[in-house]
């Protein structure tokens, strides 16, 4: 039984960040995730898809509308999302609106501490677990952080340790 | 509700392999899970014990049976093993003739194609795969590879393409 | 015979930039050159000093004023100094003043376009650059940068490419 | 004043293992010399060429003829050699025999005591010092290891220490 296929939608936040090293400034261009997949020697059936590449800080109502009009019309009952981690806690929430528990869509939204190039980021390890809860939550939202996954509604980020917690 | 703790049993393979930069030869040192699980900001409540430090080739009946006993005797009911890819599968299948699915223990073996070290490993990737699928699958014994999870006895490494299958 | 002990003074720079997970920000903090001469394998007698751990941009005419005095007071005549590129040109004609050519002081200044951290700094290459023009050069001030060396005032940063050009 | 054009000649090495990850051994490809360069920022007009890839323990006698054919028919008269570190010492000898100190070549050996490919390796400290070495240092052959450079047939390869001393 192979395992269902997955949708993998990015939108930006740390995992993706650049150096300018014109200016020394961080900045967004093209994603790495294909990258990270490819030296995970992920072989789930997976396609991605870049909706926005932003810092999370700056997404609106309309991007988080965007998000959730993309995991509609999703072929795939099981996504994951790489989302900024300043305020994926919010956009869980919006989508746990949209995608209840008695739906039938498991959605992992997850992210990084630490831009994947510059070389000692969590995003490998995030990736690796994101995309395996998804494989066999039930349906709803949740967040894939630090090793555990938190139902959407349950978690927040501690801003003073960097580290999700459940409460 | 936190996770439930999780135990980790270290048996070398690829994933702690190191360079001897005096004579070019690949050897076992210490291992660098504790590294690699501060660097995934890994947050779970785990303990961590090096059983052996071997290449999977040379993992024999008496190591096999040690891996079992430790199993057996670990407090914890959800087990994370890193162990060589060559004979994962055989140690799986040992393993899972002591803990059926109708037992109550979830064990989870993975690893990697490429050291850790050597920068460029699937490692981490795996490393997430398997802590996560240990918290949410049932009873069992698994393989964790490629972001996939894969019952014992059902799978099988590809020698040509270095890819776990299921059959 | 033993090439001379060099005195290498640390004064910031991309050099030295670290990510601040918890708001994205990029700071200094302790210096990464005794490791990166770990990881040359620097045999060199080298003794090391911090004099300060700032972006150049922000470096005064007193901080200058405080290098120049250290490579008076230094034991050493050969002098290296990791510096940010952006005002490395600066503190060069502002270091030629009191080494001139006639002097017996030979003194590199060197920096990186990507933080070390990032994983994929210019920093390495241009260490090694540095110390080992510092061995071979006659006296004087001068810039290694890009596989060259420039001698202070007749250099400049092309802030479009990044790259030192001699004029 | 641009710095003399560098012929830069790529023998193999520890500097370009790989590894397999189908069976856990080291192998040679292609040269990683070119990304080192990119990544180094390295501004010299600058010609690579492969003449071989092998580890230095196999190094033949015709092997080393051609590495001094080629020396010799290069237009260049800066060259940098890339090489094994186990058997450098004696390249280097047979180099000087025809590259004489009263000759117009200048040619530095180097190499690395870790793979470039594994993260963490001397190489690219090494490649900014022998580039730096070549465009200064008088007609003759030297080794350039552990940030010093070594005349050819005064310097010995520590098998202990993995470290080049001047005897």
Same mark, same amino acid.
């Given at each position: =039984?192979?395992?269902?296929?997955?949708?993998?939608?990015?939108?930006?936040?740390?995992?993706?960040?650049?150096?300018?090293? @014109?200016?020394?400034?961080?900045?967004? *261009?093209?994603?790495? !995730?294909? *990258?990270?997949?490819? !030296?995970?020697?992920?072989? @789930? *059936?997976? #396609?991605?898809?870049?909706?926005?590449?932003?810092?999370? @800080?700056? =997404?609106?109502?309309?991007?988080?509308?965007?998000?959730?009009?993309?995991?509609?019309?999703?072929?795939?009952?099981?996504?994951?999302?790489?989302?900024?981690?300043?305020?994926?806690?919010?956009?869980?929430?919006? !989508?746990?609106?949209?995608?209840?528990?008695?739906?039938?869509?498991?959605?992992?939204?997850?992210?990084? =501490?630490?831009?994947?190039?510059?070389?000692?980021?969590?995003?490998?390890?995030?990736?690796?677990?994101?995309? #395996?809860?998804?494989?066999?939550?039930?349906?709803?939202?949740?967040?894939?952080?630090?090793?555990?996954?938190?139902?959407?509604?349950?978690?927040?980020?501690?801003?003073?340790?960097?580290?999700?917690? *459940?409460?």
């Amino acid at each position: =039984m192979a395992p269902s296929p997955v949708r993998l939608f990015v939108t930006g936040g740390t995992f993706d960040k650049k150096y300018n090293e @014109l200016d020394g400034s961080l900045f967004f *261009e093209d994603t790495h !995730l294909p *990258e990270m997949l490819r !030296l995970g020697r992920c072989g @789930l *059936e997976l #396609s991605v898809r870049t909706l926005m590449m932003i810092n999370s @800080l700056e =997404m609106t109502a309309a991007d988080r509308a965007l998000i959730v009009e993309q995991c509609r019309s999703a072929a795939e009952s099981r996504i994951v999302i790489t989302h900024g981690t300043d305020t994926m806690v919010e956009t869980a929430l919006v !989508l746990s609106d949209a995608f209840p528990a008695s739906g039938h869509k498991t959605i992992l939204l997850t992210g990084a =501490m630490v831009p994947y190039a510059f070389g000692s980021s969590d995003g490998l390890f995030n990736l690796g677990s994101a995309l #395996s809860f998804v494989q066999v939550l039930p349906p709803g939202v949740y967040i894939a952080m630090n090793g555990k996954y938190f139902p959407s509604g349950r978690v927040r980020k501690n801003r003073e340790t960097g580290v999700f917690e *459940e409460f």
